[in-house]
């Protein structure tokens, strides 16, 4: 039987204040900025800087800040304060462009159990695939560092996602990209991308672990043997961005389309989200995905899409009070339109208002996420490649 999934906002402490520890070094941080916005003005905050592609940004209780950068290294930010030396350091040889470590999630119960986790490339005979690794974290390193699961999403090539999110009832939820390593080159073959409609793989699929990475027993495809038992939903292209709407409590995802046909998920445990055959983007080459390619039965069509793409990084909905303009609105981090995108819903003249917001900044928005007192933190690069240290993380706040 498929059970629905809901759950409640999670709340977590304030966050404290800090004296500078001696050994640390300031971040270069540039002025504030000052950006105007739809009905008033936000400030522009660089929190750190000189990061080399940061990808995933984690809040502990205590205000502390941890960032992943692409080329391995788990970074923690202090009051302001960038650690010289990284917290931890990914076993993952950095593949190609730099690919060593994604992204960084705090146990819903850390002040009990201190237990950090991180995504990144894992090396094997068949190619690479993702793995998730936990920690306790003592002071500023993370001790005792084990893998405890490993993706069965083996390839030469090809987008890995692997975001990584908990819900407050301790579940670990896990984006595993299409691992097509052909897409891009104008290749029609459709061979790898058909993994992510097969149950027997991870290729494509958003998973539901235990935070031990063992499965839960009530997963939808438990007891099926055709079917790996980790599997919550499948049929995605590469989900980068997952979040809990605080009003009905249901798991929205987002996911990079092909060319154009970016979408956001409302998941639903077992359900089939339809690619490669349904989607409201194009291959590369310009066709259409398949013969039937905007709707069938049985798969979902997503709850929001966009033609062209913006490569969607990351989403959150933000429930502090800093911005009560914002209350409930979704955030959405785009890579190629270089912007943080509001989505207020159920306007009186327009049902999704969007605005565009950090535009005049000309970076690409890796990750965004809520500060536990209720500012937007955004983690941006310069670029999509090479090894410049031209990364940041930015808090936003209010103008009065």
């Known amino acids: 039987m498929i059970h629905e999934y809901r759950w409640s906002p999670w709340h977590v402490v304030a966050l404290s204040c800090f004296l500078a520890v001696p050994g640390r070094t300031q971040s270069p941080n540039a002025s504030p900025q000052v950006l105007d916005v739809?009905?008033?003005?936000?400030?522009?905050?660089?929190?750190?800087?000189?990061?080399?592609?940061?990808?995933?940004?984690?809040?502990?209780?205590?205000?502390?800040?941890?960032?992943?950068?692409?080329?391995?290294?788990?970074?923690?930010?202090?009051?302001?304060?960038?650690?010289?030396?990284p917290v931890w350091t990914s076993p993952s040889a950095p593949g190609q462009g730099g690919d060593a470590l994604h992204f960084v999630a705090v146990h819903p119960q850390f002040a009990q159990n201190r237990l950090v986790y991180v995504s990144y490339p894992k090396q094997g005979d068949r190619g690479f695939t993702l793995a998730i690794a936990r920690?306790?974290?003592?002071?500023?390193?993370?001790?005792?560092?084990?893998?405890?699961?490993?993706?069965?999403?083996?390839?030469?090539?090809?987008?890995?996602?692997?975001?990584?999110?908990?819900?407050?009832?301790?579940?670990?939820?896990?984006?595993?990209?299409?691992?097509?390593?052909?897409?891009?080159?104008?290749?029609?073959?459709?061979?790898?991308r058909m993994k992510a409609q097969k149950l027997d793989n991870h290729v494509g699929k958003t998973l539901r672990l235990r935070d031990d990475g063992?499965?839960?027993?009530?997963?939808?495809?438990?007891?099926?043997?055709?079917a790996k038992p980790e599997i919550f939903t499948y049929g995605h292209r590469n989900g980068y961005g997952l979040a809990i709407h605080p009003e009905t409590g249901a798991l929205w995802q987002a996911e990079i389309g092909p060319m154009g046909g970016d979408e956001v998920n409302i998941l639903q445990p077992g359900h089939n989200y339809g690619w490669p055959l349904v989607s409201m983007g194009r291959n590369?080459?310009?066709?259409?995905?398949?013969?039937?390619?905007?709707?069938?039965?049985?798969?979902?069509?997503?709850?929001i899409f966009w033609v062209p793409s913006i490569s969607p990084s990351s989403i959150i909905f933000y429930t502090g009070d800093k911005f009560p303009k914002w209350k409930n609105n979704l955030f959405i981090g785009s890579l190629t339109q270089q912007q943080l995108i509001r989505m207020a819903f159920n306007q009186p003249s327009q049902a999704e208002k969007r605005e565009g917001l950090l535009i005049p900044l000309k970076m690409r928005i890796r990750d965004v996420q809520q500060s536990p007192d209720g500012y937007i933190y955004v983690v941006t690069e310069g670029k999509s490649g090479g090894n410049d240290a031209d990364g940041t993380v930015l808090r936003i706040e209010p103008v009065d």
């Open 38 to 85: 739809q009905g008033g003005k936000i400030r522009v905050v660089t929190v750190a800087s000189s990061l080399v592609h940061p990808w995933g940004l984690a809040f502990l209780p205590d205000g502390r800040l941890l960032v992943t950068e692409k080329n391995g290294r788990l970074r923690m930010i202090h009051n302001g304060l960038l650690e010289p030396d």
């Open 135 to 192: 920690g306790r974290l003592n002071g500023s390193k993370l001790e005792d560092v084990r893998e405890i699961f490993v993706a069965d999403a083996w390839e030469t090539g090809g987008n890995l996602a692997g975001r990584i999110f908990f819900t407050p009832d301790a579940m670990l939820y896990v984006t595993i990209g299409d691992r097509d390593r052909i897409c891009c080159n104008g290749g029609e073959d459709n061979s790898l």
């Open 214 to 226: 063992s499965v839960p027993p009530d997963n939808p495809f438990v007891g099926r043997a055709d």
């Open 284 to 303: 590369y080459t310009g066709s259409l995905v398949s013969d039937q390619p905007w709707a069938r039965p049985d798969m979902d069509n997503p709850r």
